[in-house]
């Protein structure tokens, strides 16, 4: 589904991820772990290109994101309306939740179906009823976001992602903002999408929910992907000694 190769990204004189090369399946659930500052996040906003990337390529389902093909080396941007077009394709779920605040719960839901993907108000409406019944807001649909937890926030930001039935979602730590209560219930919707075999990229701190849920762990350092391998790899016998030092440290 995605195929990363030699990806660079710089800011000015700062490479944050320098020469990234990944292959991501269908169904496959890969965490990316590593220490702030490592190019996690940036790495996943540049498989959406919400992040432009320097150097490399990405390919989502044999296409080229962000960049129109060409046969000279100087890169040309893809018109705009081409990068939304796969993005539509990438539900995406940031740590803050961006709901709108001015909009209820069904409302946010219902935004992107009918007005971008120009779906009839009442076949989404309907979806969108049982996507926030599936996350357990059924009793919320009519509720703005702010009188809601942080849990039902990030619950209903999900809904609202899966509503564009994207074939690949990414998840940029979605519960770093959660205090730690609230956690389970955002984890418990991400579960359900596993075992529904959604193909995800996930973000993530949550070391016992990357080992449980995810099928690949790539630990990342200093803008490199340092190691890619099973979760029972990673997080039993890691090959690298770096990535052994570092879950030795947030496993205490």
Known sequence: MLSIKS???????????????LEINTKDIVALIGPSGSGKSTLLKCLNF?????EGEVHFNGELVGYSK???KVRK??????????????????????????????????????HVLKKPADEVRQMATELLHRVGLGDKLDVKP???SGGQQQRAAIARSLAMKPELMLFDEPTSALDPELVGEVLAVMRDLAGDGMTMVIVTHEMSFAREVASRVVFMEGGYLV???????????PM????KSFLSRVNR
Do not use: C, W
């Open 146 to 148: 702010t009188r809601l």
């Open 50 to 54: 919400l992040e432009p990337y320097d």
């Open 7 to 21: 990806l660079g990204k710089s800011y000015d004189k700062l490479r944050v991820l320098k020469d990234i090369n």
């Open 77 to 114: 941007m893809a018109p705009q309306a081409e990068i939304n077009r796969l993005r539509t394709r990438m539900g995406m779920v940031f740590q803050n939740f961006n709901l709108f605040p001015h909009m209820t719960l069904i409302e946010n839901v219902i935004e992107g179906p009918v």
């Open 227 to 237: 190691e890619d391998g099973s979760a029972e790899q990673i997080f039993t016998a």
């Open 240 to 243: 690298n000694p770096r990535t």
């Open 70 to 72: 060409s046969a000279s």
